[in-house]
């Protein structure tokens, strides 16, 4: 049996699941109550295992509440600098519910949120099933690439760049939305994913810019990480699942006013934020 001290106590590092059940529970009444609650890792020690069962618990949870369903992934740390932020050598991973996903144009009200922030990427949207173990190639067979700017947000205050991985894990990889274009569709080959040039405009003005190689080399490996990483749970990747792939830049704070992201060889997405 592992065992861990922290905070001077010794913590079993395996969870009962009456206390997964629990830490879910406080997690999902943040929903309803609008006040965002302190970070699980200044009281709990929890391991990458119990951390994503936890993922687990809350998006069950929240699917049987609201009558949601799973349509997708995101993958989040998906370049060396953010890893090295949170002590880890690879990415991590939350879960899209239905409600997750909004359209191009949409407008969101930084009301219903909590502390979003603002992340360019490529949304992948699988057209077959992915074989245990796929490949980049085998994705890019299977796959329409689009457009996309993902709002992570989280139930913890203060949460960025304050959060420790077991608390990103925790609260479902802090997803807030993801806003994926369905009319630009990436039509260029396989090796031109590498350069994928991105700029940002808000309110008109140019402010960011990213090229997707930041992304693991290649956006498409951080669906292979996933595919990977989610068999280990007994988890695959399906047809019709949507993946946000990982930002081209580091996330930046919403202010009021409308986001422009123009992806070459993809085409662009917007998002107005109201107060």
Known sequence: MKLLIFGGIILNTIIPEKELNNLADRLLQVYESRSPIDFYSNEIYLDEEAAYSLQNKLIQKKCELYNEKVCGYKVSMTSPETQSLFDTNEPAYGTLTTSSILYDSSTISLESMFEPLLEPELMII???????????????????????????????????????????????????????????????????????????????KKIKEGVSSVVMGNPLSSVVWLSNKLGKYNKYLKKGMMISSGTFINPIPIKQGRYKAFFQGVGSIEVYFSN
């Open 126 to 204: 699988l057209k077959e099933d992915l074989s245990v173990g796929a490949t980049e190639e085998e994705v890019f067979n299977k796959c329409e690439i689009a457009a996309g700017i993902e709002i992570p947000d989280s139930r913890f205050k203060k949460w960025f760049p304050n959060f420790k991985l077991m608390d990103l894990i925790s609260d479902n990889g802090v997803t807030g939305k993801v806003v994926i274009s369905d009319k630009s569709k990436y039509t260029g080959d396989f090796e031109g994913l590498e350069n994928i040039k991105m700029e940002l405009y808000y309110n008109g």
